[in-house]
Every structure is written in C-alpha cells, then in structure tokens.
T-cell receptor, first 113, second 113 residues
Framework: NAGVTQTPKFQVLKTGQSMTLQCAQD?????MSWYRQDPGMGLRLIHY???????DQGEVPNGYNVSRSTTEDFPLRLLSAAPSQTSVYFC????????????FGSGTRLTVV | GESVGLHLPTLSVQEGDNSIINCAYS??????FIWYKQESGKGPQFIID?????DKRQGQRVTVLLNKTVKHLSLQIAATQPGDSAVYFC????????????FGTGTLLAVQP
C-alpha cells in the first residue's frame, strides 16, 4: 500500500495564483483532512471530510476549498494565493469517524511570493 | 477555546538516557490522546495512543502516562537513541461524531551522542 500520497512536494506561487494540492489514499479510509503546519503553531485543521460527498470546515478554512468526489481523493484548492498561506500542508486519513490515529502524507511545502 | 500545549519546546538528552516529554490539555471532555513523531521533512508518524479510561500504556521503548486529574499527558522514551531525534506532538480528541484531532505545538527532542 502507498498510504497517503501528496503531490506536489514543493511549490512556489505568486500572489493571486491558484493551485490544487492533491491528496490520495489507498486504504479505503472514510475520514480525510487537511492541516497546515507553521512554526510555533503546531498543526491546524483546514478542512475535513467524513466520507465521499461530505466536507466541513476546520479551524482555519478561509482561502481554501475542498471537495470529496471519491473515497480516495481529497484535493485542497487555493483560489487566490496569499503570502499568509506560505506553509507546509499535510493530508491525513483514518478508517472511520471514531477511529484512532491518522495516517499522514509526507507534506507539501508551499511558498507564496 | 480548547488547546493542547507542551511544557518544553526543546529537550536535549544524552544517548542512552530516558526522555520524558510532557503535554497539558485543557478539554476535560477529551477521551483519546495520541503521540506523534515527526522527523525533519516528513509527516507525523503515530507512536502510541491512550484512551481516557486508562492511566498508562506501554509500547516498544515508549510509555504514555495520562493524569486526568491535572489534565496532563507524558511520553517516556527509554534508552533514547539518535534515531529518536525528532519533534514530538501530542494530540487530543474529544468525544463525538467527528474524528478531529487537536494538536499541540510540539517538542523538539535532540539526542546527543
């Protein structure tokens, strides 16, 4: 199993550009989520999904959109990138709503200039 | 709002010594706790978990202690090795339908040879 796969690993954007961070898991996990990690602030939840067709906002959703058309994929879209979105982004999944720990991807390092 | 924090942002230990990483949580309704290890450039990796109906749980070289009275969580690593050098996060999950984890800011464990 590949686990949780994130692409790209690195990305540089100009302010105002849009892009999609990809996340795919092959473990048939129902629950998927996106976090951003900033120095000194730990992991903060952006959006999450409890199953295909269902998404909800986390702690810091502004500036990001998500969709969950399939169980496997949970892309994160930045519609108009801002320097404040410079961060490392992690996608995570787990088997079900009440399941134990998450499986994390290896992250996407995004720089907005 | 609820938050998870760590007492020590950086912990330096000698190889072979035992390490203790501490974490305070504020949500008394939290019923599940996890420790993650994050090596440089990688995503967080599950180490060990504990549910609120337990006080102690042991794994291979690691022990998690939970003190619900003072809302304190600790991770003990026995015979610390250079490969243990990483950032360690605690995370909590409150009871309910969703599977959202709240992460602390992390402690950097530096193992000196």
């Amino acid at each position: 199993n590949a686990g949780v796969t994130q692409t790209p690993k690195f990305q540089v954007l100009k302010t105002g550009q849009s892009m999609t961070l990809q996340c795919a898991q092959d473990m048939n996990h129902e629950y998927m989520s996106w976090y951003r990690q900033d120095p000194g602030m730990g992991l903060r939840l952006i959006h999450y999904s409890v199953g295909a067709g269902i998404t909800d906002q986390g702690e810091v959703p502004n500036g990001y959109n998500v969709s969950r058309s399939t169980t496997e994929d949970f892309p994160l879209r930045l519609l108009s990138a801002a320097p404040s979105q410079t961060s490392v982004y992690f996608c995570a999944s787990s088997y079900s709503q009440g399941a134990s720990g998450y499986t994390f991807g290896s992250g996407t390092r995004l720089t907005v200039v | 709002g609820e938050s998870v924090g760590l007492h020590l942002p950086t912990l330096s230990v000698q190889e072979g010594d035992n390490s203790i990483i501490n974490c305070a949580y504020s949500n008394s309704a939290s019923d599940y706790f996890i420790w993650y290890k994050q090596e440089s450039g990688k995503g967080p990796q599950f180490i060990i978990d504990i549910r609120s109906n337990m006080d102690k749980r042991q794994g291979q070289r690691v022990t998690v202690l939970l003190n619900k009275t003072v809302k304190h969580l600790s991770l003990q690593i026995a015979a610390t090795q250079p490969g243990d050098s990483a950032v360690y996060f605690c995370a909590e999950k409150s009871g309910g339908a969703t599977n959202k984890l709240i992460f602390g800011t992390g402690t950097l464990l530096a193992v000196q040879p």
